[in-house]
């Protein structure tokens, strides 16, 4: 049995109290995760270890002891393999692949790769994760048509049967290094049954060390692999722009500068340094390729300045460049002497406006 976990350094909850993120709830095939005021928990006993919440979550902060998926791809790509079926007993289910690794194998694959959905007939959790496969598998193939890419996935009913070799373990090779590593594996697989046969809640606990991870603002490993893969696809001549709706990863923003505060809490909150900014707060970046759509910085956007673009522009992927949202005319408080942005009028920050308004309103003064 898969052990579950959740690093809540990633979880955009454990920054964010206002998080409205709620995929790896909607998306668990037995309603174990579940959310509560800015706090996940789940019970281990109850996971079936389809690797489903890691998939959707933006961030990629859930992980399975026994499956990951960056290695699952770079292992599919060497062998050349071209179905991706649960039928694989190193493999939990499709549900566990994301769009973002759906599409890298796409791209690299030098074969059509078929998403074989045959188990999917006698398999319990196919009411939930079925309809999430052929979702992803659509989004997919609408973004390879865009990008002008001649491969697409195939999903179709194979029941295909993976073949291993059986592989003796003799007294050589159980004494050698890789019969110890061997018999660690499967110590720590035991110990990982004892774990996930724990009926106990597992909640939503921050650690100082927690914190600490939080600052480092890392984009999730699939990320990564599908920059790789662009590399490799071909530079089509005409860049499309898609709908917002249709792809779900990734997103352009934009940021309606009369009414920004320059809080600075958009880029502060950001998981992976999507928003960024400048040692005096001037002006407000943005990396398209390291958006995650997690919608955190909208979250706690107070004055709704910052809006997802409708539409995604693919040259993005090809001709990446980060964009300045705006900028600031940065001035010396007169009340505090902290630096604000300012917008005319008198040079108060808006702290010691907002002081000044209640002071007054306090004394009775207009």
């Given at each position: 049995m898969s052990l579950l976990t959740l690093d809540v350094s990633k979880c955009v909850h454990t920054s964010n109290k206002f998080a409205i993120c709620n995929s790896c709830v909607e998306a668990c095939p037995v309603e174990t995760i579940?959310?509560?005021?800015?706090?996940?928990?789940?019970?281990?006993?109850?996971?079936?270890?389809?690797?489903?919440?890691?998939?959707v979550c933006p961030t990629a902060a859930y992980t399975l002891d026994d499956f990951k998926p960056i290695?699952?791809?770079?292992?599919?790509l060497?062998?050349?393999?071209?179905?991706?079926?649960?039928?694989?007993?190193?493999?939990?289910?499709?549900?566990?692949?994301?769009?973002?690794?759906?599409?890298?194998?796409?791209?690299?694959?030098?074969?059509?790769v078929t998403l074989d959905i045959g188990p999917c007939s006698n398999c319990?959790?196919?009411?939930?994760?079925?309809?999430?496969?052929?979702n992803r598998a659509e989004e997919v193939n609408f973004l390879l048509e865009a990008m002008v890419q001649k491969?697409?996935?195939?999903?179709?009913?194979?029941?295909?049967?993976?073949?291993?070799?059986i592989d003796a373990l003799s007294?050589?090779?159980?004494?050698?290094?890789?019969?110890?590593?061997?018999?660690?594996?499967?110590?720590?697989?035991?110990?990982?049954?004892?774990?996930?046969?724990?009926?106990?809640?597992?909640?939503?606990?921050?650690?100082?060390?927690?914190?600490?991870?939080?600052?480092?603002?890392?984009?999730?490993?699939?990320?990564?692999?599908?920059?790789?893969?662009?590399?490799?696809?071909?530079?089509?001549?005409?860049?499309?722009?898609?709908?917002?709706?249709?792809?779900?990863f990734i997103s352009q923003k934009d940021l309606d500068e009369t009414t920004c505060t320059n809080c600075q809490m958009c880029y502060r909150i950001c998981p992976t340094g999507a928003l960024s900014s400048d040692h005096r707060g001037s002006k407000i970046n943005f990396n398209p390729l390291s958006c995650v759509q997690c919608h955190s910085c909208h979250d706690v956007c107070e004055p709704n300045s910052?809006?997802?673009?409708?539409?995604?522009?693919?040259?993005?992927?090809?001709?990446?460049?980060?964009?300045?949202?705006?900028?600031?005319?940065?001035?010396?408080?007169?009340?505090?002497?902290?630096?604000f942005a300012y917008k005319g009028g008198e040079k108060l920050c808006n702290r010691c406006r907002i002081e000044e308004e209640e002071a007054k309103e306090l004394w009775g003064i207009k």
């Amino acid at each position: 049995m898969s052990l579950l976990t959740l690093d809540v350094s990633k979880c955009v909850h454990t920054s964010n109290k206002f998080a409205i993120c709620n995929s790896c709830v909607e998306a668990c095939p037995v309603e174990t995760i579940k959310l509560e005021n800015s706090a996940i928990s789940f019970t281990p006993s109850e996971c079936v270890g389809c690797g489903g919440c890691d998939a959707v979550c933006p961030t990629a902060a859930y992980t399975l002891d026994d499956f990951k998926p960056i290695n699952y791809v770079f292992k599919f790509l060497e062998d050349e393999e071209s179905v991706l079926t649960c039928n694989d007993e190193n493999f939990p289910c499709i549900a566990s692949l994301s769009v973002e690794e759906l599409l890298s194998i796409a791209l690299i694959s030098s074969e059509e790769v078929t998403l074989d959905i045959g188990p999917c007939s006698n398999c319990e959790i196919a009411k939930t994760n079925l309809s999430i496969i052929k979702n992803r598998a659509e989004e997919v193939n609408f973004l390879l048509e865009a990008m002008v890419q001649k491969k697409s996935l195939h999903v179709e009913k194979l029941n295909y049967e993976v073949t291993k070799e059986i592989d003796a373990l003799s007294r050589r090779k159980l004494l050698s290094k890789e019969g110890v590593k061997t018999a660690i594996s499967i110590k720590q697989q035991l110990q990982n049954e004892v774990n996930a046969s724990d009926k106990n809640v597992k909640t939503h606990k921050v650690t100082a060390q927690d914190i600490m991870k939080i600052k480092e603002k890392n984009i999730p490993q699939r990320r990564s692999l599908l920059l790789m893969a662009m590399k490799r696809a071909k530079v089509p001549e005409v860049f499309h722009t898609i709908d917002i709706e249709d792809i779900s990863f990734i997103s352009q923003k934009d940021l309606d500068e009369t009414t920004c505060t320059n809080c600075q809490m958009c880029y502060r909150i950001c998981p992976t340094g999507a928003l960024s900014s400048d040692h005096r707060g001037s002006k407000i970046n943005f990396n398209p390729l390291s958006c995650v759509q997690c919608h955190s910085c909208h979250d706690v956007c107070e004055p709704n300045s910052l809006t997802l673009r409708n539409t995604f522009s693919l040259a993005s992927f090809f001709e990446p460049k980060i964009e300045t949202l705006v900028h600031f005319d940065i001035k010396r408080c007169d009340e505090c002497g902290n630096f604000f942005a300012y917008k005319g009028g008198e040079k108060l920050c808006n702290r010691c406006r907002i002081e000044e308004e209640e002071a007054k309103e306090l004394w009775g003064i207009k």
